[in-house]
T-cell receptor
Framework: DARVTQTPRHKVTEMGQEVTMRCQPI?????VFWYRQTMMQGLELLAY????????DSGMPKDRFSAEMPDATLATLKIQPSEPRDSAVYFC?????????????FGPGTRLTVL | SQKIEQNSEALNIQEGKTATLTCNYT??????LQWYRQDPGRGPVFLLL?????KEKRKERLKVTFDTTLKQSLFHITASQPADSATYLC???????????FGRGTSLIVHP
């Protein structure tokens, strides 16, 4: 049963610290999305990759956030320095563009708390 | 500006009844619309996709309608069960894009 995996599942850190979240997309998927979910804003897109190339990161605060795909099995989202307002659940999702469905498969999320 | 609206109030219904959730949008020309289910502490799970040229889609007890004139999608769960209790999100994708925009979801609570 193929799944998107994310690590860590929970992260508590202090303001100013670097946070790295990791995602393993489903093997064979060619798109990866990073989302942030809060009660106030709902699910917001941070970054979108296709075939490992970043195509859209307009939703991401560039001064402190960065997203990469060093290889097809790993996507990373970094926050440096972290701030309390970054506290949220961060989801990674993968998909297979071109197969008509365009559905996304979400990971379990990383719950980030910045004190 | 573009906006997707889902009822922020929880929908409470009795087991066995049909649940109907609404997704309204403005300033979009969606190529397709998706519905996802999200349980507490978990990521959203894809349920159904309906394209702009389709009026209705069904999957088991689920039915989705899409009215591009009214700019509205309705999501129905027939013979609802307590296990259907969750938050349901709609997501729109405009033509030429592959990036969906999600609504904030509506919580459904099915009482036994």
């Amino acid at each position: 049963d193929a799944r998107v995996t994310q690590t860590p599942r929970h992260k508590v850190t202090e303001m100013g610290q670097e946070v790295t979240m990791r995602c393993q997309p489903i093997l064979g998927h060619n798109t990866v999305f990073w989302y942030r979910q809060t009660m106030m804003q709902g699910l917001e897109l941070l970054a979108y990759f296709r075939n490992r190339a970043p195509l859209d990161d307009s939703g991401m605060p560039k001064d402190r956030f960065s997203a990469e795909m060093p290889d097809a099995t790993l996507a990373t989202l970094k926050i440096q320095p972290s701030e309390p307002r970054d506290s949220a659940v961060y989801f990674c999702a993968s998909g297979l563009r071109g197969q008509g469905g365009n559905e996304q498969f979400f990971g379990p999320g990383t719950r980030l708390t910045v004190l | 500006s573009q906006k997707i609206e889902q009822n922020s109030e929880a929908l409470n219904i009795q087991e066995g009844k049909t649940a109907t959730l609404t997704c309204n949008y403005t300033n979009y020309s969606p190529a397709y619309l998706q519905w996802y289910r999200q349980d507490p502490g978990r990521g959203p799970v894809f349920l159904l996709l309906i394209r702009e040229n389709e009026k209705e889609k069904r999957k088991e007890r689920l039915k989705v309608t899409f009215d591009t004139t009214l700019k509205q999608s309705l999501f129905h769960i027939t013979a609802s069960q307590p296990a259907d209790s969750a938050t349901y999100l709609c997501a729109l994708t405009s033509g030429g894009s592959y990036i969906p925009t999600f609504g904030r979801g509506t919580s459904l609570i099915v009482h036994p």
